[in-house]
């Protein structure tokens, strides 16, 4: 699968079976502070990301 990193610009070609958040985990990047999109569509954490073709993580932007 292609993993691409919105917060450094990084895109990788990776093999992954697991969750997003295990995915997050092995990468070091807090859950608290991306979103994870599965081809294109946006995913609960606990999602099984296996299969995907593409994995995005994206910031949380947040303003006041």
Not at 2 to 21: L, P
Not at 32 to 61: C, H, M
């Amino acid at each position: 699968m292609i993993v691409s990193i919105e917060k450094n610009k990084d895109e990788r070609n990776m093999e992954f079976i697991g969750t997003a958040a295990a995915l997050l985990e092995q990468l070091r990047i807090n859950p608290i502070t991306v979103i994870v999109a599965k081809d294109k569509k946006l995913i609960p954490l606990d999602t099984d990301i296996s299969d995907a073709k593409r994995i995005d993580i994206l910031n949380v932007v947040s303003g006041g």
